[in-house]
């Protein structure tokens, strides 16, 4: 993380964004254009969050970086070569935990690895896949079906998936938006546990400005569509090694997050009318919202869910 | 209170079958000689006319010939005398056989529909033309192509039974949800691979469903089938007893229509059971 904005050497492409658009057919006939030109890059070990309202397209970004959808314009690449489908390298972990109902935890995890590692044997993975269970805390669960489990067993599951096939790249999609609270406080600590253990090169969208905080390196703010851009990118300026319960004590903490929640309030709408002269598109501008002088945190320091 | 409930229901059940048989054997007791006939008129117009006794059989006289059906279902002398059994055998046989081949066109068929909107758009005026068709329709052609009857009823049963799993397999397979295919996908799972452990799992309720109208179907169209090509089948036993004049096999034979045609469909719904989940 150099973050000095300064352009990025090769090795902060690790995902690339390149002048990608896509449009829909339009309801009355002709097309909307949901974003275009739209550039961006993503180092390799970093976990950024992409914040915007509903229907700005972040769930297309992220089905085109799955190779799920392609672009109509402009290219994505990773490692150095355009996403042309699917790939073994990116694992999703969809928003509605997609898990498949006639299999059971242990079956939906292997189903993932045998799907990996064609030539292993089934001791080898399913032994490879209760690792991935015990891992996200459901050892135990294994012979359970998905009806059997409570939202956040499910999503849990979907990760353990994800992993398992140990992908260079975890795409998620708004994972933990279906889950209360205290298990999505405990679902955010596995997955940052996890991914900094590993070094995960993370892409997830979420609603929820604390969650980015929490989780982020960086975060990506887009305005609001038809035809979204990317605003900024704002770096986090909180240490990597930070804890939930004491992030809120950070000096820059409630920069940040103002600085979030004012871009989700007024300037996600305004962004497009008043763009700044000296603004890229290929280069959004990047931000690290930093304590004030002497800063006044607000009383209401406990506001959540945005958006 | 469930199991009150099944117990109360089986009583019921018990009532009605007692009723229903006591009813039955009123109905056709004998009232007594009326008039004095010629004997030889007498014998021509039957038990009926001379002795006030019903011709209908009365629940003693099924029950009778049930047992000495059961008694020795498998027998053969001749053409025109063979056992229940061996009837049954044949016909539960002929469905078996038309089943299985519409199983092997209707899935790999119905997938192809399902999977693809080209063929799917392509393929649905002949299938809206067809299926309305029926079954029995098709049985001359089936003469007259096949030179067999015994085929030919084979012919029809494949027919019937093929539309409602071709219907249902073509359905359930486009109907499978995106987010399941989607997951087969990002994990490069092949379209042969995936067909087999995300769409048909997915599917096979609807397929099922599919399987058990047909296979009804099948042992409906089968009885008429048979009372038309004739030789063998319980369809044909049916219409061979009526004209013996053999009322009590008649009623049998529709008691063991309807008992073959309900282990079936409860095999079908076995089978339904199994292979549907909950989401
Ligand atoms: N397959 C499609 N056909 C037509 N329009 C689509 C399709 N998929 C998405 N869109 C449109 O594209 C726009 C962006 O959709 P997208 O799902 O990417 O939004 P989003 O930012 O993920 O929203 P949310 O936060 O609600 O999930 C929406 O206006 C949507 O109506
Ligand atoms: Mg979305």
Redesign the interface.
């Known amino acids: 993380m150099s973050g000095s904005g300064s352009t990025p050497v090769n090795s902060d492409k690790f995902i690339s964004i390149e002048g990608i658009a896509r449009h829909f057919a339009a309801p009355g006939g002709g097309q909307t254009t949901v974003f275009r030109d739209i550039w961006f890059a993503i180092p390799k070990g970093e976990f950024v969050c992409m914040i915007g309202h509903s229907g700005c397209g972040k769930t297309t970004v992220l089905n085109i970086l799955?190779?799920?959808d392609l672009p109509d314009e402009g290219v994505a690449v990773v490692d150095g070569r355009a996403i042309e489908?699917?790939?073994?390298d990116?694992?999703?972990i969809?928003q509605?935990h997609?898990l498949?109902?006639?299999r059971t935890v242990l079956g939906n995890v292997a189903?993932?690895v045998s799907?990996?590692w064609r030539d292993w044997s089934r001791a080898k993975i399913e032994e490879h896949a209760k690792k991935f269970i015990e891992k996200v805390g459901l050892k135990g669960s294994e012979g359970k079906?998905?009806?059997q489990l409570s939202g956040g067993m499910k999503q849990r599951v979907g990760i353990a998936r994800a992993l398992s096939?140990e992908p260079k790249i975890l795409l998620m999609d708004e994972p933990f938006s279906a889950l209360d609270a205290l298990t999505r406080g405990t679902l955010q600590d596995e997955v940052r546990r996890i991914c900094l253990e590993t070094g995960q090169t993370v892409f997830m969208i979420t609603h929820d400005v604390d969650e980015a905080i929490y989780l982020a390196d960086k975060i990506i703010l887009m305005t609001n569509g038809p035809e979204a851009m990317v605003a900024e990118i704002v770096e986090n300026p909180l240490p990597k090694d930070r804890d939930r319960n004491q992030i809120h004590k950070h000096p820059s903490f409630y920069a940040i997050r103002n600085h979030l929640i004012d871009f989700l309030v007024t300037r996600s709408k305004t962004f497009k009318n008043e763009i700044p002269p000296d603004y890229d598109r290929r280069k959004p501008p990047i931000v690290r919202p930093q304590a004030q002088p002497l800063p006044v945190p607000p009383p209401e320091a406990n506001g959540r869910k945005v958006a | 209170m469930r199991a009150s409930l099944n117990l109360r229901a089986g009583l019921v059940s018990l009532l009605i079958l007692l009723v229903f048989g006591l009813a039955w054997h009123i109905a056709v007791s004998g009232t007594g000689p009326q008039q004095t006939l010629d004997p030889e008129y007498a014998r021509l117009l039957g038990q009926t006319a001379v002795q006030g006794k019903s011709a209908m059989p009365g629940p003693v006289d099924v029950l009778a010939k049930i047992w000495s059906h059961a008694k020795d279902p498998f027998y053969d002398k001749g053409p025109n005398d063979k056992g229940i059994g061996i009837q049954l055998a044949y016909s539960i046989g002929r469905v078996l056989i038309g089943y299985s081949l519409a199983i092997m066109v209707a899935l790999p068929l119905g997938f192809l529909i399902g999977m693809s909107p080209l063929m799917s758009k392509a393929l649905d005026p002949f299938i809206q033309l067809m299926k309305p068709v029926s079954p029995l329709a098709w049985m001359p052609l089936a003469l007259y192509t096949i030179k067999d009857s015994s085929i030919s009823a084979v012919f029809v049963i494949f027919i019937c039974s093929l539309w409602p799993m071709l219907i249902n397999t073509a359905f359930g397979v486009a109907s499978v949800r995106k987010e399941w295919v989607n997951v087969a996908r990002t994990l490069e799972v092949g379209t042969f691979r995936r067909a087999f452990t995300v769409i048909l799992p997915a599917a096979a309720p609807t397929i099922v469903t599919g399987m058990r109208i047909s296979i009804g179907i099948a042992w409906l169209v089968i009885v008429a089938a048979e009372m038309l090509v004739g030789g063998t089948g319980i369809g044909y036993f049916v219409w061979n007893e009526w004209n013996n004049l053999s009322i009590t096999n008649v009623i049998t034979s529709i008691l063991v229509i309807g008992l073959v045609g309900m282990l079936l469909d409860q095999a079908l719904a076995r089978v339904g059971r199994a292979v549907s989940f909950p989401e």
């Open positions: 799955s190779g799920l489908g699917p790939s073994l990116r694992a999703v969809f509605s997609a498949l109902p006639w189903y993932a799907s990996k079906k998905p009806a096939i």
